[in-house]
Protein backbone atom coordinates (compact mmCIF):
# COMPACT_ATOMS: atom_id res chain seq x y z
CA UNK A 1 0.00 0.00 0.00
CA UNK A 2 1.53 3.15 -1.11
CA UNK A 3 0.90 6.52 1.25
CA UNK A 4 -1.39 8.19 -0.98
CA UNK A 5 -4.22 4.85 -0.42
CA UNK A 6 -3.36 5.00 3.57
CA UNK A 7 -4.29 8.87 3.56
CA UNK A 8 -7.31 8.10 1.29
CA UNK A 9 -8.18 5.06 3.46
CA UNK A 10 -7.42 7.24 6.92
CA UNK A 11 -9.92 10.32 5.19
CA UNK A 12 -12.87 8.22 4.40
CA UNK A 13 -12.25 6.58 8.41
CA UNK A 14 -12.39 10.54 9.51
CA UNK A 15 -15.21 11.49 6.96
CA UNK A 16 -16.91 7.81 8.48
CA UNK A 17 -16.62 8.84 11.91
CA UNK A 18 -17.53 12.35 11.38
CA UNK A 19 -20.99 11.57 9.50
CA UNK A 20 -21.58 9.67 12.64
CA UNK A 21 -21.38 11.65 14.90
CA UNK A 22 -23.21 14.53 12.68
CA UNK A 23 -26.12 11.67 12.50
CA UNK A 24 -25.92 10.85 16.58
CA UNK A 25 -25.97 14.97 16.84
CA UNK A 26 -28.72 15.50 14.21
CA UNK A 27 -31.02 12.32 16.05
CA UNK A 28 -30.77 13.81 19.14
CA UNK A 29 -31.49 17.61 17.19
CA UNK A 30 -34.50 15.81 16.10
CA UNK A 31 -35.56 14.47 19.62
CA UNK A 32 -35.16 17.83 21.20
CA UNK A 33 -37.03 19.45 18.53
CA UNK A 34 -39.80 16.75 18.86
CA UNK A 35 -39.75 17.34 22.45
CA UNK A 36 -39.89 21.09 21.87
CA UNK A 37 -42.62 20.93 19.69
CA UNK A 38 -45.16 19.07 22.02
CA UNK A 39 -44.03 21.18 25.07
CA UNK A 40 -45.67 24.12 22.70
CA UNK A 41 -48.38 22.52 21.83
CA UNK A 42 -49.17 21.32 25.04
CA UNK A 43 -48.81 25.30 26.74
CA UNK A 44 -50.61 26.34 23.51
CA UNK A 45 -53.79 24.09 24.68
CA UNK A 46 -53.47 25.23 28.62
CA UNK A 47 -52.85 28.88 27.95
CA UNK A 48 -55.68 29.27 25.09
CA UNK A 49 -58.33 28.66 28.24
CA UNK A 50 -56.01 30.62 30.61
CA UNK A 51 -56.30 33.57 28.23
CA UNK A 52 -59.92 32.89 27.68
CA UNK A 53 -60.63 33.31 31.68
CA UNK A 54 -57.96 36.23 32.35
CA UNK A 55 -60.23 37.87 29.29
CA UNK A 56 -63.63 36.99 30.77
CA UNK A 57 -62.39 38.40 34.68
CA UNK A 58 -60.97 41.43 32.90
CA UNK A 59 -64.16 42.38 30.91
CA UNK A 60 -65.88 41.96 34.45
CA UNK A 61 -63.37 43.99 36.50
CA UNK A 62 -64.34 46.92 33.66
CA UNK A 63 -67.60 46.03 34.10
CA UNK A 64 -67.28 46.35 38.19
CA UNK A 65 -65.34 49.15 37.81
CA UNK A 66 -68.14 51.32 35.58
CA UNK A 67 -70.49 50.34 38.26
CA UNK A 68 -68.37 51.89 41.23
CA UNK A 69 -67.40 55.08 39.01
CA UNK A 70 -71.20 55.62 38.39
CA UNK A 71 -72.25 54.82 42.21
CA UNK A 72 -69.29 57.38 43.38
CA UNK A 73 -70.61 60.15 40.78
CA UNK A 74 -73.94 59.56 42.24
CA UNK A 75 -72.53 59.90 45.90
CA UNK A 76 -70.68 62.67 45.05
CA UNK A 77 -74.00 64.20 43.42
CA UNK A 78 -75.68 63.60 46.89
CA UNK A 79 -73.13 64.87 48.64
CA UNK A 80 -73.40 68.39 46.87
CA UNK A 81 -76.94 68.09 47.07
CA UNK A 82 -77.18 67.32 51.49
CA UNK A 83 -74.29 70.41 51.61
CA UNK A 84 -76.31 72.75 49.65
CA UNK A 85 -79.68 71.83 51.50
CA UNK A 86 -77.56 72.27 54.90
CA UNK A 87 -76.73 75.56 54.19
CA UNK A 88 -80.25 77.01 52.47
CA UNK A 89 -81.88 75.48 55.69
CA UNK A 90 -79.10 76.72 58.06
CA UNK A 91 -79.07 79.94 56.56
CA UNK A 92 -82.85 80.67 56.03
CA UNK A 93 -83.68 79.17 59.88
CA UNK A 94 -80.62 79.71 61.49
CA UNK A 95 -80.81 83.49 62.21
CA UNK A 96 -84.63 83.26 63.28
CA UNK A 97 -84.19 80.38 65.47
CA UNK A 98 -81.28 82.06 67.38
CA UNK A 99 -83.11 85.10 67.96
CA UNK A 100 -85.60 83.34 68.88
CA UNK A 101 -84.06 81.34 71.62
CA UNK A 102 -82.26 84.24 72.86
CA UNK A 103 -85.49 86.11 73.40
CA UNK A 104 -87.03 82.70 75.01
CA UNK A 105 -84.15 82.98 77.56
CA UNK A 106 -84.48 86.46 78.27
CA UNK A 107 -87.97 86.05 78.89
CA UNK A 108 -87.32 83.12 81.50
CA UNK A 109 -84.70 85.00 83.28
CA UNK A 110 -86.69 88.30 83.53
CA UNK A 111 -89.72 85.76 85.18
CA UNK A 112 -87.30 84.00 87.30
CA UNK A 113 -85.87 87.13 88.53
CA UNK A 114 -89.46 88.80 89.20
CA UNK A 115 -89.84 85.75 91.34
CA UNK A 116 -87.22 85.13 93.27
CA UNK A 117 -86.00 88.43 94.41
CA UNK A 118 -88.31 89.98 97.26
CA UNK A 119 -89.04 94.17 96.88
CA UNK A 120 -86.77 96.17 97.95
CA UNK A 121 -84.24 93.58 97.89
CA UNK A 122 -80.82 94.25 95.85
CA UNK A 123 -80.51 91.90 92.73
CA UNK A 124 -78.42 88.44 93.36
CA UNK A 125 -74.65 88.89 91.88
CA UNK A 126 -72.69 86.39 90.87
CA UNK A 127 -69.40 85.49 93.04
CA UNK A 128 -65.83 85.30 91.31
CA UNK A 129 -63.61 83.03 93.16
CA UNK A 130 -60.35 84.92 94.24
CA UNK A 131 -62.72 88.57 93.75
CA UNK A 132 -64.24 90.74 95.68
CA UNK A 133 -67.59 91.71 93.92
CA UNK A 134 -68.18 95.85 93.86
CA UNK A 135 -71.68 94.77 95.11
CA UNK A 136 -70.84 92.11 97.75
CA UNK A 137 -68.43 95.33 99.32
CA UNK A 138 -71.63 97.54 99.75
CA UNK A 139 -73.19 94.87 101.00
CA UNK A 140 -70.46 94.49 103.98
CA UNK A 141 -70.14 98.59 104.29
CA UNK A 142 -74.61 98.42 104.59
CA UNK A 143 -73.97 95.65 107.54
CA UNK A 144 -71.57 97.17 109.29
CA UNK A 145 -72.92 100.46 109.34
CA UNK A 146 -76.31 98.64 110.27
CA UNK A 147 -74.40 96.93 113.67
CA UNK A 148 -72.87 100.20 114.79
Given at each position: ????????????VFWA??????????????????????????????????????????????????????????????????????????????????????????????????EDEP?????????????????ARRA?????????
Amino acid sequence: MSGGEVAGILVAVFWAILVSFLAVALARLAQTLKATTKLVADVTDQAVPLLADASEAVRSAQTQIDRVDAIASDVQEVTSNASALSTTVASTFGGPLVKVAAFGYGVRRAMGRREDEPAGKAPRRTVIVGRTVPSARRAKRNTRDKKD
